[in-house]
């Protein structure tokens, strides 16, 4: 899937969640799936692309929001 962002978008596996290339404009995770894009100008995250769920992964136990 391409979105207008000049990349390509993946889905994000589905540990907790389906698996998703849905991209959730915001500056914080609300655990719905996919991709978190933070839009919002001023923000210290301004810009930051992250996986949308605050889930820890099985192997590190760091929340998925975080990478």
Request: charged residues 25%.
């Amino acid at each position: 899937m391409r979105g207008g962002y000049g990349f390509r978008i993946m889905a994000v596996p589905p540990e907790h969640m389906n698996a998703s290339a849905e991209v959730r404009y915001s500056t914080a995770a609300d655990d719905s799936g996919g991709w978190l894009y933070d839009a919002t100008r001023g923000d210290k995250d301004f810009g930051r692309v992250s996986v949308n769920c605050t889930h820890a992964d099985k192997g590190s136990r760091t929340p998925w929001s975080t990478y």
